[in-house]
T-cell receptor, first 115, second 113 residues
Framework: DAGVTQSPTHLIKTRGQQVTLRCSPK?????VSWYQQALGQGPQFIFQYYEEEERQRGNFPDRFSGHQFPNYSSELNVNALLLGDSALYLC??????????????FGPGTRLTVL | DQQVKQNSPSLSVQEGRISILNCDYTNSMFDYFLWYKKYPAEGPTFLIS?????DKNEDGRFTVFLNKSAKHLSLHIVPSQPGDSAVYFC????????????FGKGTRLSVIA
């Protein structure tokens, strides 16, 4: 059973560019969340997708946007990249409706470096 | 304002001894707490969780204790093994399955053989 997968593993961009990161959830999971982990910090919630819609959003600007596809996979898009966007971007999936003790499973992350 | 705090950035323990990782939180709405372990180049891996209706949850060598009045939880690893060396994140959320997790900054545990 494949867990959560993310691509690419690493990415280098320059300021002002746009980037797209991809995530495939664990089999049987239909909800995808994205987190940003800056160096020395814990993961911070960006947004969550369910039924192809953004259901919740953390304190991130509109430059961060996403999409969920019918097969539950998801993309994270960041426009007008800033140096401060350099971080590890983590995707987490869970199966909705499993109750309040449900657990999110994380992918290995995409390391984004903005120069 | 950090709602979940792990005040020890690092901890070093001898193999076979007990490792105790601490976590404090400020949001009284948090009702469910999780510990994740993270190795380099990997995503966080779920380790153990506890709900606010309990004060202890045990899974093999790992035990999590919750002191709700003090808004404090701790993870005990007994006995510690070199393979336990990783960064440990404490996370919390309110009692609603789909709410996002709030993480602490993590504690790097080194278990010395």
């Amino acid at each position: 059973d494949a867990g959560v997968t993310q691509s690419p593993t690493h990415l280098i961009k320059t300021r002002g560019q746009q980037v797209t990161l991809r995530c495939s959830p664990k089999s049987g999971h239909d909800t995808v969340s994205w987190y940003q982990q800056a160096l020395g910090q814990g993961p911070q919630f960006i947004f969550q997708y369910y039924e192809e819609e953004e259901r919740q959003r953390g304190n991130f600007p509109d430059r961060f946007s996403g999409h969920q596809f019918p097969n539950y996979s998801s993309e994270l898009n960041v426009n007008a990249l800033l140096l401060g966007d350099s971080a590890l971007y983590l995707c987490a999936s869970l199966a909705s409706g499993t109750g309040w003790t449900d657990t999110q499973y994380f992918g290995p992350g995409t390391r984004l470096t903005v120069l | 304002d950090q709602q979940v705090k792990q005040n020890s950035p690092s901890l070093s323990v001898q193999e076979g001894r007990i490792s105790i990782l601490n976590c404090d939180y400020t949001n009284s709405m948090f009702d469910y707490f999780l510990w994740y372990k993270k190795y380099p180049a990997e995503g966080p891996t779920f380790l153990i969780s506890i709900s606010s209706i309990k004060d202890k949850n045990e899974d093999g060598r790992f035990t999590v204790f919750l002191n709700k009045s003090a808004k404090h939880l701790s993870l005990h690893i007994v006995p510690s093994q070199p393979g336990d060396s990783a960064v440990y994140f404490c996370a919390a959320r309110p009692n609603s399955g789909n709410t996002p997790l709030v993480f602490g900054k993590g504690t790097r545990l080194s278990v010395i053989a």
